[in-house]
Nanobody, 124 residues
Framework: QVQLVESGGGLVQAGGSLRLPCAAS????????LGWFRQAPGKEREFVAA????????YYADSVKGRFIISRDIAKNTMYLQMNSLKSEDTAVYYC?????????????????WGQGTQVTVSS
């Protein structure tokens, strides 16, 4: 089992920044990758970014490339999503997730564990 807890969401103006931590506990040593997904009202959950836990290889959706940075601190068992130049279309509930083995890191159904989500609202 891997437990995930997101935090850091809130209300921010367009052009601003937020950092979302995701604290992991449990069998983190067996995790292949952690990812961030988001879901806006009336829309499907979509991939944002992912990072392999050991190697630190990063992946980004085109919509956030150049604005968001994913990172992890293995000693703290925490993953981060630094969100810069936020836009109103970034408004969503953001979820972190862990996959134990899948290399299809942009596919939500490949993830085994999910956090409860944190709301990010960007006002224009």
């Amino acid at each position: 089992q891997v437990q995930l807890v997101e935090s850091g969401g809130g209300l921010v103006q367009a052009g601003g920044s937020l950092r979302l931590p995701c604290a992991a506990s449990g069998r983190t040593f067996s995790t292949y990758a952690l990812g961030w997904f988001r879901q806006a009202p009336g829309k499907e959950r979509e991939f944002v970014a992912a990072i392999t836990w050991r190697g630190g290889t990063t992946y980004y959706a085109d919509s956030v490339k150049g604005r968001f940075i994913i990172s992890r601190d293995i000693a703290k068992n925490t993953m981060y999503l630094q969100m810069n130049s936020l836009k109103s279309e970034d408004t969503a509930v953001y979820y972190c997730a862990a996959t134990l083995s899948s290399r299809h890191v942009s596919t939500s159904r490949e993830y085994d564990y999910w956090g409860q989500g944190t709301q990010v609202t960007v006002s224009s």
